[in-house]
């Protein structure tokens, strides 16, 4: 085989800038391939070479397993790195990059068969001898045999997806009257993000953790587990904040699951980066849950513990190069913490946000502090692919200084111009029960009044600091106070602006001696106490972080306020771009309150319109197929008599 000098990443966003990364610290040239919709995206302006898949939908892109190979041939490269999510648990795509002469930078079809189903992984495990959680994994995918299966294990019961991960085909059943609807919309979403629309069953555990054993194995059969990470702190399914190594895990527990992890994967000849979950109880017993045969999302805080580059490792092996160390060898250095930063917008039900990126700052970097992102200031982020912008990586000695340290990164991190999980996820590092280490897959649900505070009135002190700020930040020439220095002989003493922020609005009348402006950061003393809160402008609008939250201000504008009024005036609207999938109703169809209506898929996720109160359509402004803006009426709801 020729000396390897040029890889193509089949993916984008962070993940294909973060491999790149490597790959060009390596020596190697890099390839992006892009949708139309990503033409101008972050990881194609990073790569060597761009290759243009068209479409925007990634069925249309990122999921052409042909055009995929035929970027790879025409751009020279020898090897494809499939990232995480689209087909890098596709065993017909890692037979296909290999029958076309290439190296796939994952392992043999063979292990992604034996290990991509879920229901085939836990038959293997059920033969190893793991404990596996209660349920149905058949092929049988009828609703009589869930209803049966469900009836037997015991509600509540968790639908997933088969061949997928990342929350994606995944719902909480709670009892029987939920069953039909909620397989239904699983096996849609499964079938669209993954393409394979089978699913399994299994009993719901309560206050679980989540535990995942990081393994890897060359082509010489040498196989061994890198540490674990614990990913309890979930919304959906969908992992938020990952750690490693897992708070409490005792010696002989990391040991009794590493080498069942081991077992597993040289069960099925693996090679490469691969993940073996698990659940593990307040008993200390563990069940197996799923082998991921990928790169995992949380990887970084594995490399941060161990001080190992996975990706250079997935590369040497693909080629034929043995594991460099031995299981006595892997280090286990400090702990280390990862928050995931999402465009949605937690106090409307964490939907999807999508739009433009007016600002982007990332946090400093340093000793200990890791950012993996695939945006920038100025891009967009779009209704087609996952909302994820980026990951924010702390390492410290102990998990007390890796908690403090990426406390500090997300007060530094600024994001303006759409909704994000910013603020969210700070409150989650900073609770008492993070810092205590009290971890399970009900974390959020159990303290959701204080991560997910309801909105409010903005306070007096708020409406005060954005209008000082607002004032100060005017271009030069532009305010009354065009020199905030100190009192000007023949300017105003007062000044009154009338601003909006969050639906709200508020005349503020500002005196000469208001807070100061210093740069970007806004100082305000109060009782001898100086604090500063960022405060950045970009166009007519002004970004000020308070209380953990990035808030966006601007002048109230009473005609847009009508308009938008308006608009939601007599119908159910579209609560983010997205695709109509179903319309369940028609015109003059009565319907009861909770009634699905419609359901928008965005972001390979899908979410249902129902209806608020009792009622008759009225009319109907969408149908199926069709691609929706935020805000768009999509149904008119006549109220019942």
Not at 52 to 63: I, M, P, R
Not at 381 to 389: A, N, R
Request: proline residues 5%.
């Amino acid at each position: 085989m020729s000396t390897l000098t040029t890889v193509l990443v089949a993916n984008r966003g962070e993940i294909a800038c973060r491999v790149m990364r490597t790959a060009k610290a390596m020596g190697l040239t890099t390839v992006a391939v892009h949708s139309a919709t990503d033409r101008d995206a972050r990881h194609s302006r990073e790569a060597d070479i761009r290759v243009d898949l068209g479409g925007s939908k990634a069925t249309d892109s990122y999921l052409q397993i042909d055009k995929l190979i035929a970027a790879a041939q025409a751009s020279g490269a020898q090897a494809i790195h499939p990232g995480y999510g689209f087909l890098s648990e596709n065993a017909g795509f890692a037979r296909a990059v290999e029958a076309a002469g290439l190296i796939f930078l994952g392992p043999p079809a063979s292990a992604i068969d034996a290990m991509g189903s879920k229901s085939a992984a836990k038959s293997l495990m059920e033969t190893a001898g793991v404990p596996l959680v209660p349920g149905y994994h058949g092929e049988a995918q009828d609703l009589d045999t869930f209803h049966a299966a469900c009836a037997r294990i015991g509600y509540p019961v968790l639908l997933k997806a088969t061949a997928g991960g990342g929350g994606k085909g995944m719902k909480v059943v709670e009892d029987v009257s939920q069953l039909a609807e909620a397989l239904a919309s699983a096996q849609r979403e499964a079938l669209s993000s993954f393409g394979n629309a089978q699913m399994l069953v299994e009993k719901y555990l309560l206050k679980p953790r989540h535990v995942e054993i990081q393994v890897f194995a060359d082509q010489q059969g040498h196989c061994l587990y890198l540490n674990e990470r614990d990913c309890s702190i979930q919304r959906r399914h969908q992992k938020v904040v990952e750690e490693a190594p897992a708070p409490g895990l005792s010696g002989d527990q990391r040991r009794a699951m590493g080498e069942a992890a081991v077992r597993a994967a040289q069960a099925i000849g693996y090679v490469g980066a691969g993940t073996v979950e698990f659940l593990l109880d307040a008993r200390g017993e563990f069940f197996f849950m799923e082998m991921n045969t990928r790169l995992q999302v949380e990887h970084p805080v594995t490399e941060a513990i161990t001080g190992l580059d996975l990706v250079a490792w997935q590369i040497r092996v693909a080629q034929g190069e043995a594991l460099p160390i031995t299981q006595a060898q892997v280090p286990l250095i400090g702990h280390a913490i990862e928050v995931r930063l999402y465009a949605e917008d937690p106090a409307n039900d964490f939907l999807p946000a999508t739009g433009h990126l007016t600002l982007y700052r990332e946090s400093a970097p340093g000793p200990g502090r890791r950012v993996d992102s695939g945006v920038e200031q100025g891009d967009s982020v779009s209704p087609f692919y996952d909302p994820m912008l980026g990951k924010l990586i702390a390492w410290g000695e102990d998990r007390e200084q890796a908690r403090l340290r990426l406390l500090s990164m997300l007060d530094e991190f600024a994001v303006g111009g759409l909704k994000t999980n910013l603020g969210f996820v700070r409150r989650i590092i900073a609770h008492p029960a993070f810092a205590a280490a009290e971890l399970d897959t009900g974390f959020i649900p159990r303290y959701q009044d204080e991560l997910l505070p309801l909105p409010g009135a903005l306070s007096d002190e708020f409406w005060q600091a954005a209008g000082s700020a607002f004032m100060q930040s005017l271009p030069a020439g532009d305010g009354p106070w065009a020199d905030t220095r100190g009192f000007r002989a023949g300017l105003p003493a007062e000044v009154s602006l009338h601003l909006s922020c969050n639906g709200q609005d508020r005349l503020v009348t500002l005196a000469q001696h208001t807070p100061r402006l210093q740069g970007e950061q806004l100082l305000i003393d109060h009782q001898g106490v100086r604090r500063a809160h960022l405060a950045v402008r970009s166009a007519g609008t002004l970004f000020l972080r308070w209380e953990g939250d990035m808030h966006a201000v601007s002048l109230f504008d009473p005609i847009a306020a009508v308009e938008a009024n308006q608009s939601h005036q007599g119908g159910l609207t579209a609560p983010m771009n997205g695709s109509i999938v179903r319309v369940l109703v028609d015109v003059g169809q009565t319907v009861e309150a909770g009634t699905q209506l419609v359901v928008l898929e965005a972001m390979k996720m899908e979410h249902s319109i129902r209806a608020p109160q009792a009622g008759v359509v009225k009319a109907l402004f969408c149908q199926e197929g069709e691609m929706v803006a935020e805000g768009c009426a999509l149904v008119e709801l006549e109220p019942a008599d």
